[in-house]
């Protein structure tokens, strides 16, 4: 009977012990992110998940792109994307008002073929003369930072005399393009570009032409895992990773 008695207990003790790590491992996390952070996404999820628990399941495009995604009737738990992107779903009433957090800031960069000769991009007249002499250059279509660039070279006044060497792909990683030696120069958001083998980071684009962009994160106003989505975003915004988000490319944003 003794016996019997410390078997029961020991099954106890394993059910109370079991049950509440299935249940931890039980949520899944929808994301809809811009490419933007993908770099940081990477180096964070991976942590979270070791230490939570959750699975995150992530979709990735330009924060446009996830724009009209969304506007168009898709839906998840947590997005990752530009303010003014967030602030436009917010007022549709996609994304709720409450729980709306800064993550990160990011620059425009430019980016080349590793073992390349390294352009002078330092001053507005220097990258002016570096695109002119390039044989190709590559910025998307549809992201924040091509959408953006294209002003510059309009600024610089050199949009039609560059129109042959362009290369728009509609979203992805120009970094890429570059490393594959499908483009010369590459321009993006500072954050896309570093740590893609084969593609070196030149440095950002001059003061005068840069422009900085702060990405959030919201939940969705009918998101099935609110709680936990707001709680990844309190774990990746925590200022012990401030180190992380500077090794990518990216300003931690409070």
Known sequence: MKNYQQVLFRIYLILNIMIPISLAHSAEIQVLASTGMYSLLHEMIPS??????????????????????????????????????????????????????????????????TGSVVPNISTPEALKATLLQAKSISFTATGASGIYFSGVLEKLGIQEELKTKIKNPQGGHIAKLVANGEAEIGVQMTSELKGVPGAQYVGPLPPPLQMLTVFTGGIFSNAKEAKISQEFLQFITDVRFKDRYEKIGLEMVK
């Open 48 to 113: 979270y998940e070791t230490k939570s628990g959750n699975k995150l399941i992530v979709s990735y495009d330009t924060s446009n792109i996830v724009l009209n995604r969304v506007k168009s009737g898709e839906s998840s738990d947590l997005i990752i994307l530009t303010g003014a992107a967030m602030d436009d779903l917010i007022q549709q009433g996609n994304i709720s008002h409450i729980g709306r957090t800064n993550i990160a800031q990011s620059g425009i960069g430019v980016a080349i073929k």
